[in-house]
């Protein structure tokens, strides 16, 4: 199933996400018009996480006064900028994304905005980057092609800071982790084995929340 090039669906009652976004504080200047512009200038905009996921990030990092943030999927760099507006003095974001387009929009954005000096865009095969970075990691946004995340998250833990978070995106995949048996397709089968993996890691805790299309929050034991 391809979604329409327009914002995710919404898995609340009718009305109720945008009142969450009315209820929550504005994108700066700058996330405003790279929203638009991935709306305009992309295929599949709906890949944005948008305002409420957006401000959520930022108050997760604010909570959290990460030192080093990696995040698995950078698209036009939306999220980036969201977690880079509170991080504490010499924090940093490492964003890897493997799509050169992509890259070079969220680049010029990131350049443009008033936290150039905290992102760095790694253009490359995640799990490529990953081997190569040493950590640790104080938080972990997991949020790119759905069959790779138990290799994201395989690759990422063992270098999570000892209070370190692992945030993963979209683990409510518009409803479909719901549907029928053998009616999935193959990333909606990827993300409910995930899904299931993760909760019965020992390794772990996690809380699966209804933010958006669903972002689940994992922290070792």
Same mark, same amino acid.
């Given at each position: 199933?391809?979604?329409?090039?327009?914002?995710?669906?919404?898995?609340?009652?009718?009305?109720?996400?945008?009142?969450?976004?009315?209820?929550?504080?504005?994108?700066?200047?700058?996330?405003? #018009? $790279?929203?638009?512009?991935? &709306?305009? %200038? +992309?295929?599949?905009?709906?890949?944005?996480?948008?305002?409420?996921?957006? !401000?959520?990030?930022?108050?997760?990092?604010?909570?959290?006064?990460?030192?080093?943030?990696?995040?698995?999927?950078?698209?036009?760099?939306?999220?980036?900028?969201?977690?880079?507006? #509170? $991080?504490?003095?010499?924090? &940093?974001? %490492? +964003?890897?994304?493997?799509?050169?387009?992509?890259?070079?929009?969220?680049? !010029?954005?990131?350049?443009?905005?008033?936290?150039?000096?905290?992102?760095?865009?790694?253009?490359?095969?995640?799990?490529?980057?990953?081997?190569?970075?040493?950590?640790?990691?104080?938080?972990?946004?997991?949020?790119?092609?759905? %069959?790779?995340?138990?290799?994201?998250?395989?690759?990422?833990?063992?270098?999570?800071?000892?209070?370190?978070?692992?945030?993963?995106?979209?683990?409510?995949?518009?409803?479909?982790?719901?549907?029928?048996?053998?009616?999935?397709?193959?990333?909606?089968?990827?993300?409910?084995?995930?899904?299931?993996?993760?909760?019965?890691?020992?390794?772990?805790?996690?809380?699966?929340?209804?933010?958006?299309?669903?972002?689940?929050?994992?922290?070792?034991?």
């Amino acid at each position: 199933m391809t979604l329409p090039p327009s914002r995710m669906p919404s898995l609340c009652l009718p009305g109720i996400e945008a009142y969450a976004e009315a209820h929550s504080s504005p994108d700066p200047e700058h996330l405003l #018009a $790279l929203a638009e512009e991935t &709306r305009t %200038t +992309t295929r599949a905009p709906q890949m944005m996480v948008g305002q409420l996921e957006g !401000r959520f990030l930022k108050m997760l990092v604010h909570m959290l006064q990460p030192r080093h943030v990696l995040e698995v999927g950078t698209f036009t760099g939306y999220s980036a900028l969201s977690m880079a507006e #509170a $991080l504490p003095p010499g924090g &940093r974001v %490492t +964003t890897l994304e493997v799509n050169g387009r992509h890259a070079a929009i969220a680049r !010029r954005n990131i350049a443009a905005s008033p936290y150039a000096d905290r992102i760095e865009v790694i253009l490359a095969p995640a799990l490529d980057s990953i081997a190569g970075l040493p950590g640790p990691f104080d938080l972990v946004f997991i949020d790119a092609d759905k %069959t790779n995340y138990r290799n994201y998250y395989d690759a990422v833990l063992p270098k999570l800071a000892p209070n370190g978070v692992i945030a993963v995106d979209n683990v409510l995949w518009t409803g479909r982790v719901l549907g029928p048996e053998g009616e999935q397709d193959e990333d909606t089968r990827a993300l409910m084995a995930f899904n299931d993996f993760v909760a019965s890691d020992p390794r772990v805790e996690c809380v699966m929340l209804t933010v958006r299309d669903g972002v689940t929050l994992i922290r070792r034991r």
